[in-house]
């Protein structure tokens, strides 16, 4: 299980059998070392120094507050994906510290390109609940966020996304413009090539781009240790020539930390870097699927003791920064918004079939205003207006 | 005999030929333990071994280049990609090297591979799920390219499709692995490629269509029937190379021609059908060639799934118009 | 005014449009100091510098993604893919992305993007060097392909090309580049896109062609001419969308169509020109509908490589026979 | 240029401006190192032990005759282009070590998967001068190679093959053979996502698979440094999990030991490995290409300095293996060999026009029978017979 640090590697294995060359007169010419951060064990206590921004107490409030926010809309979605209200969902359910954290390392400018799971970092970036609830419910305002207008939709394609970022970086670069991208990634998705070009090519040109697998241990039914022979994924980083690091993905305080540094080289002129966050799926991969199948209970189980939200409330609390009360509060607070915004979704109207030819060139071609007559026509049949 | 769906159906197809023919090795995204997200694959890991079924990295186009390796090395690999959105990064060793692997090697070096894939839209899936890209496949030249419209077809013709020498493309439409139940006899029997199939007899216009769509022509031509109309249903089979004889015998007969698909209309395989027959049908033909197909727009996001994939009334309208035009 | 090739032209394109929009910026493999191994963009990182021409890593999927990110952040790109047989890595981003990013985000991000890349055989190139499968980019929604077929129009549609707020995939046909030289004012004019052109009138018979194979096109009108029979020729310029209004009027007048490509004919975009006139011409048409192209077979390696592009005795012979058959 | 040990980038380099995280405390989890194997210097003297092979005079001997013979057939293709008898030819001036040394480690069963410049190592495995002819003049008998039979043809397309090797190699691991897969690939080429996905497939299978990249310096015009910020080329393994050395690609010796330590442990289940040969390209990229446009003449000539032809034989005279005599002979051996493959080439006819459909499909479709009989006619048309 990946998502725990006790379990990584250890360093330089030697597999039984391996070429010869080991033992031969050979001269070193490059080295190269991962590390791996962790700011709040598995129980709250800080095991490194923490990092400025922890002095400011609502901000780290802020953070736990997204967490929070985070699962009740989560939980939701599934719910609403059971009972026919919504497409097919995929749940972010123990990712909340990394996907907060990297949200609350970026700056509004910056430009984030999602997969399909990251609802902490959009929310914190300010993405709507309802409409991200669109996006799933199958229409693509939900695509449209009203902010920010430059972040990257959500991107199903595996790992296509990590280019965009590149090219948005190289965009940033050629125009002077102090900003980054930043990349999302499963552990799946960096068996993909474009993941590797994406890397690579933001290396060659140092391109201020950073990139965040997120390490859950499973891409749908494939556990890591299939996709990979790498003993970790933050060394992927070292075919691009670029740094790469691992930092403990349930631990909010170090992704941000982590994740920080990183764009602030990048926006220095340093270049990309590659985080492996650390972290684990505790849902199934989509409510399509069912883990059972190729997951034992017992992985799970424990996986579930590394939890992202126990963590920091535990860390709030000791630090005299949260109480039972402020907890029940922010549940109520949290649970409202999110039937708020479940109650307004419910209230838009389906697009009409205009909406597949609207946006599809600046202006549209004239065979295409023939099957937008045609699509009218067949449409106002099918829906009796 | 129990009734079977397609997916069930495939799931056997692959059983038989795995238990009859050792060199066949399944491969691809979740088919292990998993049985594959849409479980045509499923059991088979557990009966022949994690040799014989293996999930790959999450890769397309190692998939695909992986097969040409085993195959030109003593394999028959059957590889599944996850759903036709992602075969792209998949398409340049299926274009620059499966395809024409026995050609550039003069027959020295074959690639006897079946790539599966979901097909077409129509199940409220999430985006990029919903494709039907199938033209791309059939204009390259050295592979076929099959879809079936019954899980009995799904059976022989996948059987068909694995035994083949060459590439074929295997496109399973999503909206059928589920949709009916039929009675397929476990017994090895494939059916015949390059040939279409005659899914309905008629006599007053052609409709020439396959996969998913048959059931919306179908529904059409049973409508119309109670309409006073006869008409011909032809189920391509194998959409490359097309069997246009049995189309152009139907169409000497009918007189009338519309071609039906999911995907987009701008050089869709109906205007292949269209072109062949505006070759050798013409004076065949007594009213234009219509085709009733997906919009050139962006498959939309599931909201408007219906109003993307032609309907049964579309179709029903379509050969109502061709029967009011010409002689 | 000098007469330049088509390769010059394209080049004189880059530098107009560079010139006079700061954000557009070239990238492609060898696109910089080598100038583009063609020498398409020859001089233009001397001129514009090294962030305005960047050479990329060998990647293709690498390159049409980042023009993605590019253009939906502030750039316009031009990027080059070497050959058209090297395209199908880039195929993913420009069916996912490129081509619906506006439509999935509903306008919030667009992707004006060219993508240029030499088209068809003809010039004893080395194996995957020859491709012509436009037929593949056609059918994608979202997305226009045009093909020039002469130093001024390659002028006139790389401009527009570059100035379209959508994605444009930009097929240069290898023969021509330095085929011809004409004189072409580097005057910033662009020409229409999704608009054919009349290379000749002619009142006997229409012929469809575009890029290289307008050069065997002519030749036959100009031998036919003397024959007496009057033959219209028809650029097809943008391939997608196709200006299928002017390929009406003319078969109005002649009654008579052949379509010529490169490419392979199945599937190709000879196949929906064919469809679009049989649907909406049909009654105009005295004789069938006849394609001259490629073969349904891998692009062989140059010693055959004449055998396989349609010559201008095939289509001599294809009008003929289409002159003695229907009405 | 990446083909002088001495300009390899100083080991751990750390940017002036990178992620403040290397200040941070962190753990390490996995270190890596890179090392680079000479066995000959440029002057041809031994600078480590000799391997066991090295020992045997006529096995060397065997070695030097392929490299000339490679040379002089190469410049004789040059000439072929230049004076119209041939097609555009990707000539491997200064490759031969390489080339020669890669197929001299590979067994005869192994299956290589080449790229467009490996003349040496097929003409070690059997591949005759004459069907490199007939690919390079267009025609595509020239991949029915008459032996060995099942090794890969040429690969235009960069990066694929290297997934081809991938699939030989599960091929024989399922197959239960003791035989490996080779795939060749230049600098340029590491930048291909196809070539990521194939080392990490093979690390997560241990695939009896070897990658030998060529790094040559450029990649047509887009020199290494331009490709890529990684500070070796080798390195790319550790993004697999697999191990990954330098060997100077000019020294024979070096390249043979070096594959066939890692050909062995593979075919031993050890997994794959990524070699990187330093070599340099010391023609232009093809008969069509003129690098002068690009590269300075100052690198070409100190690149000439370390050629592997003079290290080889510096060697064997050295070692009193070989003579002014026994070269003399050999050059005027081998040229009779090149002119005789020469003109059987030229006594060949040229394919019909039914090459085009007899191997598309196993058996040829309805409609192809059609266009194969519209070939034919035109064909005869155009060639008048
Ligand atoms: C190119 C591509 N191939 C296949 C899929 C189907 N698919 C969707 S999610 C997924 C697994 C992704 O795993 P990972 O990258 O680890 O991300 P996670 O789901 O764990 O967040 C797959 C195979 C896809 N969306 N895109
Ligand atoms: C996929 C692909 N893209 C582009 C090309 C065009 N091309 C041919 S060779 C070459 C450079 C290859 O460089 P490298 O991999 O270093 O090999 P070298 O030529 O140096 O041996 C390029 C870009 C190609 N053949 N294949
Ligand atoms: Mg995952
Ligand atoms: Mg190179």
Redesign the interface.
Known sequence: MKCRPNNIWPVNTVPEITPAWHNSRMRNVAEFKIQYRQILDPRGNPCAPLPAFAADADELRRMYRMMVLVRIFDAKCVNLQRTGQLGTYPSCLGHEATHVGVGAAMLPEDVLAPVYREVGTQLWRGVTMGEMLLYWAGDERGNDFSQPRHDFAWCVPIATQTLHAAGAAMAFQVLKQPRCALAYIGDGGTSEGAFYEAINLAGARKLPVVFVIVNNGWAISVPVSAQTAAETLAQKAIAAGIPGVQVDGNDCIAVRQTVAEALDAARRGAGPAVIEALTYRLSDHTTADDASRYRGEHELKEAWNLEPMIRMREFLSRSKLWDAAQEGNLQQECAEQVETAVRMHFQQSKPGSDAMFEHLFAQLPVHLQEQRATARRYAAKVSGH | MAKITMIEAIAMAHGWEMQHDPRV?VIG??V????G?FRATAGLQQRFGK??V?????????I????????????K?VAEIQFM??L??A???I???M??M?????????CPVVMRMPHGGGI??????SES?E??L??I??IRVVCPSSPARAYGLLLAAIR???PVMFLEPVRLYRAVRQEVADDGQALPL?ACCILREGSDATIVTWGAMTIETLRAAAELEKRGVSVEVIDLCTL???D??TILESIAKTGRLVIVHE??????????I??L????G??D?Q?????VTG????V?????????IP?T??IIDTVQLTLTE?A
């Not at chain 2, 293996?54 to 190692?62: F, H, S």
């Not at chain 2, 409220?124 to 799920?129: F, G, I, M, R, S």
């Not at chain 2, 027959?277 to 050798?280: F, K, P």
């Not at chain 2, 919009?295 to 962006?298: E, L, Q, R």
């Open positions: 090795v995204q979740d292990g333990a998993n049985g997200v040799d014989r293996q999930d790959t990295p999450l890769a397309e186009a190692a695909a280049g992986m097969s040409v390796g085993m195959a030109t090395h003593g394999l690999p959105g992602f792209y990064p398409l340049d060793q274009v620059n090297h395809s024409r026995r050609n550039r090697t003069r027959g020295r070096l074959t409220h899936a999430p985006e990029h799920h890209t033209s791309m059939c204009h030249p050295g083949d020498p060459d390059d490359s190379p097309i246009i004889e995907a987009a209309r701008n050089v869709g395989v109906g205007a292949e269209a072109a027959v505006a070759e050798h013409l004076f033909l009213a234009p060639i219509r085709r919009f050139d727009t962006v939309p996001l599931f909201q408007l799934e219906q109003e993307y309907s009334q579309r010409g």
